[in-house]
């Protein structure tokens, strides 16, 4: 049965190093939940507070309503999967497999059947007999996925699982996962950097930044939504295009003012500049790469820096006012390095953020 997973005011220190800083979450049972972040955010630290391998040195961290804080790790309903598989050398891909069973105090007569079930869920059936010495990458790690949910984890964790391999390899393998986990309906935390794995994986995903939560939300939530600038700038690649602008009024209109252009902000985000006292003030606003359009007839103007073609879409980037701007464009741009070009940015996909505390004032 699935978990839900509840984490109070979670603290984990080293000397005077705070790793992670009142962590607050609620798992629901089933979720495939993604642990986001750059290195040294706190996402593996939690991780492994949530599997026992870890103190908590403050909060807690609860299996349903179960406080889990100083339960031995072997004690706690988890399948772990590690970033190096962890998987034994000398044993088969089945006896790998059967390991955990084994462990848990399966009747012996079962593990065959649950090892090749296992083994099948996983499309390795046929290398049962190997050893890992003998399988690539793709296959030690679903060897490591088999062995993970074979014993039917309350809570299924993965610390980035996927980082070892290669991008086509990681691409098949986030279908499988996603595959794994309707079939399964285990409760998963998933850490990652990556943030396509935590997009296309997670139902939610929290996105984390010197051990402290910036925000919580679904994947399309935060693309589209983000809560401050770090999470605006952390999701999407490329990044969000930050630029300052003055806000002010221009006769019924609220304008966001670029150097010598003045770009009219639309009417419920100009109320919300309105009236948080943001007229007459410089705030961030950020647009997203594909928000950026060329057009022979935009109203703003600069000079190709950088043409780059990726086979669908071309990446443009040019100066506005002194700071630098990704246009993600259609192919048949006719635009090239060194080019004059004409564009526009979409004003209903603006983005607005107070300089100082770098929270969102418009979504």
């Not at 220190?13 to 955010?41: H, M, Q, W």
């Not at 034994?88 to 649950?114: M, R, S, W």
């Not at 993965?158 to 070892?164: A, G, H, I, T, V």
Request: a neutral charge; one cysteine or more.
């Amino acid at each position: 049965m699935s978990h839900a997973v509840i984490i109070k005011k979670a603290v984990k220190k080293y000397g005077n190093f705070t790793a992670l800083n009142g962590v607050d979450l609620e798992i629901r049972p089933g979720e495939f939940f993604t642990l986001l972040g750059p290195s040294g955010c706190g996402k593996t630290t939690l991780l492994r507070m949530i599997a026992g391998f870890n103190s908590v040195d403050g909060g807690e961290i609860c299996f349903d309503d179960k406080v889990i804080n100083n339960l031995e790790a072997h004690k706690r309903d988890i399948g772990m999967v590690f970033q190096n598989y962890a998987i034994f050398p000398h044993l088969t891909v089945a006896e790998n497999v059967a390991y955990g069973l084994k462990a848990k105090k399966c009747p012996k007569d079962q593990i065959p059947g649950k090892v090749e079930e296992a083994l099948e869920l996983v499309q390795i059936g046929q290398l049962k007999d190997r050893k890992p010495n003998e399988l690539s990458g793709g296959q030690q790690q679903r060897v490591a996925l088999a062995r993970a949910f074979v014993i039917e984890p309350g809570v299924l964790l993965m610390d980035e699982p996927l980082s070892n391999l290669d991008a086509k390899l990681r691409a098949q393998m986030r279908v499988e996962l996603a595959k794994l986990h309707k079939e399964l309906k285990t409760t998963v935390i998933y850490v990652t950097h990556d943030q396509t794995e935590a997009m296309t994986l997670g139902t939610k995903i929290i996105v984390m930044k010197d051990g402290v939560v910036q925000q919580v939300d679904t994947p399309q939530n935060l693309y589209q939504k983000p809560g401050n600038l770090f999470v605006a700038g952390f999701m999407g690649s490329p990044q969000m295009n930050f630029l300052d602008v003055e806000i002010k009024e221009k006769g019924s209109d609220v304008v966001a003012v670029l150097g010598k252009d003045e770009l009219v902000i639309p009417a419920a985000k100009a109320k919300t500049l309105k009236d948080g006292g943001y007229v007459g003030k410089t705030v961030v606003m950020g647009i997203r790469p594909e928000d950026v359009a060329d057009t022979p007839n935009g109203s703003m103007s600069s000079t190709v820096k950088v043409y780059e073609l990726l086979g669908a879409e071309v990446f443009l980037y040019f100066d506005v006012n002194g700071t630098q701007i990704t246009a993600r464009v259609d192919p048949g741009t006719k635009a090239k390095t060194g080019d004059p070009v004409k564009f526009d940015f979409d004003m209903e996909k603006t983005h607005f953020f107070d300089k100082d505390s770098e929270l969102v004032i418009t979504n």
